[in-house]
């Protein structure tokens, strides 16, 4: 059953994994290569991730700056920057495709911040669903014989702390990205 508790953990990681995936795509006023993580290009037929078919670098603060090995991608690349939901125009001067990030508004960042902690609430739900997935295992096992009731009182105070400890991961994270936001 122990194997079973890991099992279990290892889905909590991946949603704090998800969770940070989430927050490395949203803008915070300054330039991040990350929100084009999701960006693909149409290359000769094939959908490619951006970072694969030129040099993405940041060259100011707030400036994304990418670099075409194939100059005949420009048109390809700028089009799937405006069809992605980057919300930025690229501006394309023939060689390298430059993405200005405008300095965030108090409007912008507060609104940024309730999409942080709603997406850190979401986690939560998601962490707590793991634990009540694995409560209903370990009461299954114990209704069959498989544990004694005793054991059954172990796991779920074991699955407790686990949940508890990546709830409060969660918060950390939360708090960090709320931090970096806010900051000017």
Same mark, same amino acid.
């Given at each position: 059953m122990l194997q079973e508790i890991n099992k279990y953990e290892e889905k909590m990681k991946k949603t704090i994994n998800a969770l940070d995936n989430d927050y490395n795509s949203i803008r915070a006023g300054r330039a991040n290569p990350h929100v084009l993580d999701r960006v693909t290009v149409d290359y000769y037929g094939q959908s490619t991730p951006l970072q694969q078919v030129g040099n993405v670098s940041i060259p100011e603060p707030r400036m994304i700056q990418i670099q075409p090995w194939d100059a005949s991608m420009m048109k390809e !690349?700028?089009?799937?920057?405006?069809?992605?939901?980057?919300?930025?125009t690229p501006n394309n001067d023939g060689k390298i495709i430059r993405l200005v990030f405008p300095e965030l508004t108090e409007e912008r960042r507060k609104s940024l911040t309730k999409d942080v902690k709603k997406k850190g609430e979401e986690a939560k739900v998601a962490? $707590?669903? !793991?634990? $009540?997935d694995a409560l209903d295992h370990f009461k299954k096992a114990e209704k069959n014989h498989e544990i004694t009731e005793d054991d059954l009182k172990d796991y779920e105070k074991d699955m407790q702390k686990l949940t508890d400890k990546y709830i409060k991961e969660i918060d950390v994270h939360v708090d960090n990205k709320t931090k970096e936001i806010l900051t000017v």
């Open positions: !690349i700028e089009k799937a920057i405006l069809a992605s939901d980057v919300g930025i962490v $707590r669903n !793991i634990r $009540r």
